[in-house]
């Protein structure tokens, strides 16, 4: 059996946690043994929730080990894997620690804040034969699986122009996500999404022009909208704004047109449009994509094979690219080029 370890308990670790217990009344070959956060009040399930409902179901806490030191919890539990759902600018430190302890690792998205950590991450995966990979829900989310699809099948052709975007309220369940120290602002914590997407979907691109807006004091840039230059000339934008404040909610879409028809992501409904056929709306699963991420890895663990969806190689690129957007937005939308 998996015995597994689950690192943070905010917002993010609650929604994991309640995943693994819903697989474990499933069936799967799991077993969540231990918890660790610093608050001990998290411990007993006081978190505050995030801009998604991804999950409010009651906890029975009391079954658990609970920690507050992660050295102490990797010397006393046998674990095989940890879940790392900390703040971004710890994943690199947490997860090279606990891949030298000799356990697999799955870390909460971003990577990391910058590339030289995502290669240390990867140094220690590969150094100690354990898996790695970063929660990228997005592609498991089954209306970008169903973008990913159209895209490698060339149901409708070659894509001729896409549009991501995310957007909601100034996150206030973490004060550090508005630190651009430890988080990155929205381009890091938010924007990452749709990088990602369009890394995962269409490839590494070229060059990437950004403009972004600092609004909140000390956080990094909090509105942004970045091209995405490839080389067959599709034009790819994504933008992602988090001080959308009042009752704008939040917010996630996409819109991709091809030679022979498009797809419009709106509202949590799929619209397929064929050129020469009626529209409509697909069949899609109506599970989340944390779900469906956390399902892969454990079973990546178990059967012990290669994590493919999504690979570390494939998401520290995204960083590589964040990178670029980054240096492109200081340089007032200056384009830049895609360091590989």
């Known amino acids: 059996m998996l015995r597994i370890g689950l690192i943070g308990l905010g917002f993010m670790g609650r929604a994991h946690l309640e995943n693994y217990l819903r697989l474990e009344r499933e069936g799967a070959d799991i077993y969540v043994a231990a918890l660790c956060d610093v608050d001990p009040g998290k411990l007993e399930g006081q978190s505050s929730g995030g801009n998604l409902d991804a999950g409010s179901s009651a906890i029975d806490f009391s079954r658990f080990v609970k920690y507050t030191s992660l050295s102490e919890m990797l010397e006393k539990e046998q674990l095989d894997m940890v879940d790392i759902t900390l703040p971004t600018f710890l994943h690199r430190e947490v997860a090279v620690q606990c891949l030298n302890s000799g356990v697999h690792v799955l870390c909460e998205k971003p990577m990391a804040l910058n590339s030289e950590d995502c290669e240390a991450m ?134 991709v047109n091809f030679e022979r028809g ?15 056929a009626p529209g409509f709306v697909a069949e899609l699963s109506p599970e989340l994509g944390y779900y469906y991420q956390l399902r892969y890895f454990v079973e990546s663990v178990i059967q012990q094979r290669p994590v493919t969806t999504a690979s570390p190689a494939s998401t520290m690129d995204s960083i590589r690219i964040l990178e ?12 830049i080029t895609v360091k590989l």
């Not at 490839?230 to 819109?255: P, S």
């Not at 509202?267 to 050129?275: D, F």
């Not at 670029?324 to 384009?335: C, F, H, N, T, V």
Request: with cysteine; hydrophobic share 35%.
């Open 122 to 255: 990867i140094e220690a995966s590969e150094r100690k034969g354990k898996l790695l990979m970063i929660g990228h829900c997005l592609r498991f989310w089954p209306a970008y699986v169903y973008l990913k699809d159209v895209v490698d099948t060339g149901t409708f052709g070659q894509a001729m122009s896409g549009y991501f975007y995310r957007g909601g309220s100034t996150p206030t369940w973490g004060g550090w996500l508005t630190q651009r120290e430890k988080s990155g602002g929205a381009m890091v914590d938010m924007h990452i999404h749709d990088t990602d997407v369009i890394n995962w979907v269409f490839g590494m691109p070229q060059e990437v022009s950004s403009h972004a807006r600092i609004i909140i004091p000390g956080s990094g840039y909090d509105v942004v909208s970045t091209h995405y230059k490839y080389a067959d000339g599709k034009v790819i934008n994504a933008q992602a704004d988090w001080t959308l404040q009042g009752d704008y909610g939040f917010e996630m879409a996409y819109r």
């Open 262 to 276: 498009n797809l419009v992501f709106s509202a949590n409904e799929l619209k397929v449009n064929p050129n020469d």
């Open 324 to 335: 670029a957007e980054l240096e492109s937005a200081d340089r007032k939308g200056e384009w």
